[in-house]
């Protein structure tokens, strides 16, 4: 949000070619942090038990192979990104902002891969705290150095776009360190680092639980490139207004996930200790949290889209152009009290296979049809794309609450 707020005050152009160069990033880094989901479940297990070694076995393959994917995605983004960006159909105007930008964050965003997966380790050890103070210094610092680069006050001129790249790796790599001091701290840290000290069956669970949840992220970050590839057919402002409704939806959306990774940590502990009914219980409570984080957004945003809006951009055209799909969709956030819930709380449980199952049909049999359908079919535009989000939204509530009431995540060996 502060990094939209920033770059909002650049222009449409400035905020489609950051837009372009985070739906390319997303696209590999969403995948990669998945596998930590399997991590994740894999230690809330581990600690439900007790058994903290081999919690230290899956915290050293979970690093470890995002070290290596992370490696790849570092090299793939410093020699690819004008191809990259040119073939998802930029202009040439926002790909020439959007190439040092892109590389930039290539360069640095093995901090984020590394955030996102020590962050999900010591989620499923209990300690949802020290993820919440990273993100804080992340956001102070993303928002105190953007802004002095941004607007000139100390630095060199002309940074643009740029300036809010090196604002938030710096951030990055900064939350990365705090986050590897608290590892570093926790039962999870392990007692070598040695590669030929990994347990192969570590890795492998590691793999087979977060595989689907890897799969489940790149088919939902492939959804969402294509969406983003219409979006940028509709020209430079109707894209920015298509990327900026997503940040004030992401309030509702990030605090439904915050309930989501709570279930999690607590279901897989409950199945490491053996209390399945507890674990449902859990699940439960943390649904109707969620319920109690939309609501209260939710209306606001049917009430007042446009002076949201003008909260991260001063380009009237963007705002007139976000203000319908923005309201729509404050109708549709509270189904993200299920959608995004349920779903963490059974991949908690290991249950990825059958998420990655619901993932599919809701982005890929749901979404990316009603989306293309109305938004060039129907001419209804992005208004069309972002109606595609309230259908997944519905449809991944559908199928996670069927998969719950089942009760067969109840039962899964890991």
């Not at 020439?96 to 640095?108: L, R, S």
């Not at 939902?220 to 979006?231: E, F, M």
């Not at 989000?389 to 009760?407: M, P, Q």
């Amino acid at each position: 949000m502060i990094e939209t707020a920033l770059i909002g005050r650049l222009g449409a152009e400035s905020m489609s070619a950051a837009g372009v160069a985070n739906e390319l990033s997303y696209f590999v880094i969403a995948p990669i942090s998945a596998f930590s989901v399997g991590g994740l479940a894999l230690v809330a297990r581990a600690t439900g038990r007790n058994d903290f070694a081999d919690a230290q076995q899956v915290a050293r393959a979970v690093l470890l192979l995002s070290l290596t994917l992370g490696l790849v995605f570092m090299v793939l983004m410093l020699t690819s990104a004008e191809q990259l960006l040119f073939l998802i159909g930029a202009d040439a105007g926002v790909v020439a902002i959007g190439v040092p930008y892109a590389q930039w964050f290539g360069a640095i965003h093995i901090g984020s891969i590394f955030m996102l997966s020590i962050s999900n380790l010591v989620r499923g050890a209990g300690d949802t705290r020290s993820p919440m103070v990273a993100v804080i210094l992340q956001a102070s610092i993303t928002g105190v150095i953007g802004y002095l680069l941004i607007f000139n006050v100390v630095g060199p001129s002309g940074l643009g776009v740029l300036a809010i790249a090196v604002a938030g790796g710096l951030a990055r790599i900064v939350g990365c360190g705090y986050l590897l001091f608290v590892l570093r701290r926790s039962p999870l840290w392990p007692e070598s680092w040695r590669i030929e000290g990994l347990e192969l069956g570590a890795l492998r669970r590691v793999v087979k639980t977060g595989g689907p949840a890897a799969l489940e992220e790149a088919l939902k970050a492939g959804g969402k490139l294509i969406l983003g590839i219409a979006a940028i057919q509709f020209g430079a402002v109707a894209y920015a207004a298509y990327r900026i409704v997503g940040v004030p939806i992401s309030i509702t959306f990030l605090a439904t996930v915050g309930m989501g990774m709570a279930a999690a940590t607590a279901v897989g502990q409950c199945l490491g200790a053996n209390r399945p009914q507890l674990a449902q219980r859990y699940a439960v409570a943390a649904v109707l949290g969620g319920f109690a984080c939309t609501v209260g957004p939710g209306v606001v945003i049917l009430m007042i889209p446009a002076q949201l809006l003008g909260v991260f951009t001063t380009d009237l055209d963007v705002i007139r152009a976000g203000e319908g799909p923005l309201r729509m969709l404050g109708a549709a956030v509270m189904f993200n009290a299920v959608g995004n819930v349920l779903p963490a709380a059974l991949r908690g449980a290991g249950d990825t296979r059958a998420m990655m199952m619901v993932g599919f049909v809701a982005i890929w049999i749901a979404r990316l049809p009603v989306a293309l359908l109305l938004a060039f079919g129907g001419g209804l535009g992005i208004m069309g794309l972002w109606m595609g989000h309230a259908a997944e939204i519905i449809v991944r509530s559908g199928g996670a609450y069927v998969r719950f009431r089942s009760g067969k995540w109840q039962h899964l060996r890991l």
